[in-house]
Nanobody
Framework: QLQVAESGGHLVQPGGSLRLSCGIL????VGWFRQVPGKEHEGLAS????????WYAEPVKGRFTISRDVTRLTVDLQMSGLKPEDTGVYYC??????????????????WGQGIRVTVSS
C-alpha cells in the first residue's frame, strides 16, 4: 500500500521559513492542506501530476512554493514569511489522477499524517 508520509513540523517564529515534505512513490498529483480547530481543511497549494502545474490559495501566494523533487521522491511545500495565522496542522494529499487544485481531491485520494506547525514568538 502506498504511504504518504510527511517530514517536518516545528515551532517557527513569525517571518521564518519551513519546508514540509510529502513522500511519494509514484508521480502523483499532490495537494497541501491546513486545518485549524473548528474549521474545515483549507487547501493551500497543489501540484498536478501531468505537467506539475502549481495552484496556490490567495493567502499563501508569494510566500509558499510547492515543488516536486524527483530525486528525493517528495513534493515539498516551502513556506516563508510565516505568520501566526499559518499555525495549524498540515496535511498532504495525493492522487494518481489529475488534480489541478485542492478542490479536485476527493474521498478516493490518500491523506497523509498531519504535521503541526506553530508560528509564534
Amino acid at each position: 500500500q502506498l504511504q504518504v508520509a510527511e517530514s517536518g513540523g516545528h515551532l517557527v517564529q513569525p517571518g521564518g521559513s519551513l519546508r514540509l515534505s510529502c513522500g511519494i512513490l509514484r508521480y502523483y498529483s499532490v495537494g497541501w492542506f491546513r486545518q485549524v480547530p473548528g474549521k474545515e481543511h483549507e487547501g493551500l497549494a497543489s501540484l498536478s501530476h501531468s505537467d506539475d502545474s502549481p495552484w496556490y490559495a490567495e493567502p499563501v501566494k508569494g510566500r509558499f512554493t510547492i515543488s516536486r523533487d524527483v530525486t528525493r521522491l517528495t513534493v515539498d511545500l516551502q513556506m516563508s514569511g510565516l505568520k501566526p495565522e499559518d499555525t495549524g496542522v498540515y496535511y498532504c494529499r495525493k492522487s494518481p489522477f489529475e488534480r489541478r487544485s485542492p478542490e479536485d481531491f476527493n474521498e478516493h485520494d490518500y491523506w497523509g499524517q498531519g504535521i503541526r506547525v506553530t508560528v509564534s514568538s
